[in-house]
């Protein structure tokens, strides 16, 4: 606890509520909770003054709600304060747990849960990015905008995520650092709302949700059309809400469709599209668009948030591998059968950082990206665990690959086990020669390109931006360079360029794609000005905002000669952008055809595979073996 802290024995008696917490259930875990709250009604009563909580700052920006008051609205309640920057998958964990209390709770006006977003990295800072986050996330409580972390100061906070519960008094009364504290703040607050019951004001917060504000501002776009630019026009049309990664599918044998693909990740939506390159037509849509791990058709499966996606061509038959984030699996699409499955994951969030137990058992921890190595073997960035696993098509087992799930920046010569990674959430496959062969790594946290050698199978290494110190995850910025003297900030995905040798780099949080040589690991900016925006152009006047994947494909141009294509999910900007690799200028995909979200899809693909239902609801299938 640093000098001169003001709320050190506040902190000090949270944690040893926690240890408690951990050890006891039932009656003996409410009386640690009173005994708790008795010893900090006492120390309140005699430095109350002292220890009341400052109130949020002014002129600052509020989502969801009006701005609030701990003096005025929040006055006489149990508030339930989130610290958490919208970077950090940790922080994105603790989001779930907070939808499940406030749902618990939805019956106890006195009990109010208030996000406080305290951003890691300078493009988070702006509050129309927050206001994307709290869209792009689900969030339903009020966010606060503490871009100059004034209120994170003020409460003595150093990590996220961060919760700090106050009293009706307005006096903090427990803290709590990191995720998987669902079980104890619902304990915390059953106890506090009994303890507290005469003192607390039931007086409901209005909310005014960012969501309801999306939804009108769409409508409004759509009455006129006259009135926005061509590429408002195309991203309006395109249906596509926050996508995050593509790929592209060349034609080729057994593949059910006679052309060129882009496969999207459409992550808002909850699904994931299908769509001719040449013409920009949706030939499928994978998912009904609810949340949910459902497997079956297409019409009827399921997903939460889909991420990375990888293609693999097997025995005859075309199969896509989906990170369906949010759901923490793994789910398998049959082209050629249009039917999905689970392979691994059991729609629970794991802390394991081993994994190779039974396909029905293994949980895993927000997979963010997928590349193939082979037709029975796939690489996963394992976001939520700092990890990179591996997964056995032949077996489904899936296991640890890279990483002791520490977060850092940290490259091993000998030992791939022994590397640490800070959130890898892109990956890409480079065949840069017999002897050059690497997976590339988007380390977001640590702002990072790095690879890993799967030759030798034993080593890693930094390829661009991060730091030398490689527990130093603040190393970021916008620089064009070599090595860790270039910066990026926050990169979310990675594409080696075949038969070019290039490896691109979405630098998300710049609203930029870079290229890097990895022969001398320069990088530098290709295309965007650094400003986030909407406006396609050449390479330098051209705008992104927050770009997360990318993908190529070689094919014909007006007078049939070979043209490579470089195709970028531009994310809070909700469409696809595509770029002449060789002239460098961008256009906005005129996507055709695609339905709104949970709208059924009647495009020139039909299904005639039958789904097994019971009492309305399909019955997933549980992928075990081939």
């Known amino acids: 606890m640093r000098h001169g802290s003001i709320y050190s024995k506040i902190q000090s008696e949270s944690q040893n509520l926690t ?25 309140i009563s005699k430095n109350k003054k002292k220890l009341l909580a400052k109130d949020f700052p002014s002129n600052h920006q509020w989502f969801n709600s009006k701005p609030l008051s701990l003096r005025k609205e929040l006055r006489n309640k149990l508030v339930v304060i989130d610290f958490w920057t919208y970077c950090c998958i940790n922080c994105l964990h603790v989001l779930p747990e907070l939808e499940w209390l406030e749902t618990k709770y939805s019956d106890e006006p006195g009990i109010t849960f208030i996000g406080c977003h305290s951003a890691k990295f300078t493009n988070e800072r702006e509050s129309d990015k927050v206001q994307e986050a709290v869209l792009k996330y689900d969030v339903k409580h009020p966010v606060f905008n503490d871009e100059e972390m004034i209120f994170w100061d003020q409460l003595e906070r150093r990590s996220w995520p961060s919760i700090a519960i106050i009293s009706p008094d307005g006096v903090p009364i427990l803290f709590l650092s990191g995720e998987g504290h669902k079980n104890r703040i619902d304990m915390f607050l059953e106890a506090s709302a009994e303890f507290y019951n005469d003192r607390l004001d039931r007086t409901p917060i209005d909310l005014y949700l960012e969501e309801e504000k999306e939804i009108q501002e769409k409508e409004s776009k759509a009455t006129r059309v006259d009135s926005l630019t061509s590429e408002e026009h195309a991203a309006l049309n395109s249906n596509l809400r926050f996508p995050s990664k593509i790929i592209s599918i060349a034609t080729q044998p057994c593949l059910p469709y006679d052309c060129n693909l882009m496969v999207i990740s459409d992550t808002g939506n909850n699904r994931v599209i299908i769509v001719d390159i040449e013409t920009n037509e949706c030939l499928d849509v994978i998912g009904s668009g609810n949340i949910g791990l459902v497997d079956g058709e297409y019409g009827d499966c399921a997903f939460h948030h889909p991420q990375g996606i990888c293609h693999v061509y097997r025995e005859n038959e075309h199969f896509l591998y989906v990170c369906d984030s949010n759901n923490h699996a793994i789910r398998e699409i049959n082209l050629n059968k249009k039917e999905v499955l689970t392979v691994i994951g059991t729609g629970e969030q794991g802390r394991d950082r081993e994994g190779n137990k039974k396909p029905e058992f293994q949980k895993l921890s927000s997979p963010w990206d997928i590349v193939a190595i082979n037709r029975d073997t796939l690489i996963i960035a394992m976001a939520g665990v700092h990890q990179i696993w591996a997964l056995n098509l032949k077996n489904n087992r899936c296991f640890n690959f890279s990483g002791t799930g520490s977060e850092a920046n940290l490259d091993s010569s000998v030992n791939l086990k022994k590397c640490e990674w800070a959130q890898p959430s892109g990956l890409s496959l480079g065949v840069i020669s017999k002897e050059k062969m690497e997976i590339y790594v988007a380390d977001s946290e640590s702002s ?37 003297k270039a910066k990026l900030q926050h990169p979310l995905g990675v594409h080696f360029v075949k038969n070019k040798n290039v490896v691109l780099v979405t630098d998300t949080y710049n609203h930029k794609i870079k290229v890097i040589d990895p022969f001398t ?12 925006g909407l406006k396609d152009g050449n390479s330098t006047s051209s705008q992104f905002s927050e770009p997360s994947g990318c993908c190529s494909i070689w094919n014909k141009d007006s007078s049939d000669n070979d043209k490579l294509t470089v195709l970028i999910a531009d994310t809070n900007n909700h469409c696809i952008r595509m770029v002449d690799y060789d002239e460098g200028d961008v256009s906005t995909v005129r996507l055709k055809n695609i339905p709104p979200a949970r709208t059924p899809f009647t495009g020139p693909v039909k299904t005639e595979m039958e789904v097994k239902c019971e009492d309305g609801f399909c019955v997933p299938k549980f992928k075990n073996k081939r």
Not at 19 to 43: P, Q, W
Not at 521 to 532: A, M, R, T, V, Y
């Open 521 to 532: 690991d320069e990088i530098f900016s290709w295309l965007g000005n650094g400003e986030g």
């Open 448 to 484: 990072a390109i790095r690879a890993i050698d799967m030759k030798t199978l034993n080593s890693s290494r930094n390829v661009a931006g991060g730091d030398s110190d490689p527990y130093n995850l603040h190393a970021y910025g916008d620089k064009d360079d070599v090595g860790n």
């Open 19 to 43: 240890s408690l917490l951990r050890t006891f259930s039932g009656r003996r875990a409410v009386d640690c909770i009173y005994d708790h709250l008795n010893t900090m009604e006492k120390y």
